[in-house]
């Protein structure tokens, strides 16, 4: 598979090789101007790209089409009837990451659980299959620590790897933004209305969240139906995603400089920085210093 920079800016572009049939390509453009990466890419691949920050654009038909990926979401492209190669336009300042692999590697990881991916079921799979989406702060976890891993060269193959795998599982464990009909779990929409209202309120109350029992009584659902409906259709208990979805912003404000250690910990409820470093240490594997000095 050829690959091209329109406008070679350094260090926009790193591919490695996970397995045969099987890349992740890391694109950092950092510049202050556009720039075009260009790749071919053939049929028999899934393309998922996952726009970090920034925007970008995806050119199809010699220009005639395009669609457009802004920060925090994700593309999902496949088509077994003709090629989609990689024609994207990056705006300065963007940092994307996308997963090529074959169908056939990837019916293999999957093949015990392929009804349940919908463009590898029976009726599915000779069929061209796009979906777009949120990236869910689980899943901004692993690319933001693929964008900025700082390991030994000689281990770099096997953690990203693992992080690859991770990334897929994580992408195929996601009815975070499913409305009713696409979540098998949860057949009652007004429960789905209620436990998405739930998921707000923990949100805009992160740094003095209310208890399981306080939100139950103001969404108006029962604590089991809460905790399990929760779990169904965001894919952790409520106070898990909660954890991830604080250490997500603390990462984020860390990384835009603005505020000290000790306010981002304040910003998403730790009344101590060391309660705040040891929750950030256990999430990413390094304290808020350190990550910070990573940047760099």
């Known amino acids: 598979m050829e ?55 995806f050119n199809f038909n010699n220009g005639s089409y395009a669609v457009t990926l802004d920060q925090e979401n994700s593309l999902l492209l496949y088509n077994p009837q003709r090629d989609l190669p990689m024609n994207v336009d990056m705006e300065k300042d963007t940092w994307l990451v996308s997963v090529l692999i074959s169908i056939k590697k990837f019916h ?65 464990n996601r009815p975070e933004d499913a409305d009713m009909e696409q979540c098998p779990f949860l057949v009652d929409e007004e429960n789905v209305l209620k436990i998405k209202k739930a998921k707000e309120i923990i949100i805009a109350n992160m740094a003095e969240p209310p208890s399981l029992q306080e939100l139950s009584n103001q969404i108006g659902l029962p604590l089991n139906k ?26 984020q404000l860390l990384a835009e400089g603005a505020h000290n250690v000790n306010e981002v910990g304040l910003k998403v409820g730790y009344s101590t920085a060391s309660h705040f470093i040891a929750a950030f240490k256990k999430k990413f594997g390094t304290t808020p210093k350190k990550y910070v000095m990573g940047l760099g």
């Open 226 to 251: 809460l905790k399990d409906g929760f779990k169904q259709l965001y894919g952790e208990p409520v106070y898990s995603f909660l954890f991830d979805y604080k250490m997500e912003v603390a990462r």
């Open 108 to 172: 293999s990881l999957f093949s015990r659980e392929a009804d349940y991916i919908p463009f590898l079921s029976e009726g599915n799979q000779d069929k061209k299959y796009y979906t777009d989406g949120k990236i869910a702060p689980s899943m901004a976890v692993v690319l933001n620590q693929l964008m900025n891993y700082s390991l030994h060269p000689s281990i770099k193959l096997l953690y990203f790897k693992g992080k690859a795998y991770e990334l897929l599982s994580l992408y195929f």
């Open 3 to 57: 690959i091209q920079l329109k406008n070679n800016a350094p260090g926009i572009l790193t591919e490695t090789k996970i397995d045969d049939d099987f890349y992740i390509l890391k694109f950092k453009n950092e510049s202050q101007e556009q720039q075009c990466v260009v790749r071919e890419v053939d049929s028999s691949f899934i393309q998922f790209h996952f726009c970090i920050k920034g925007k970008t654009k």
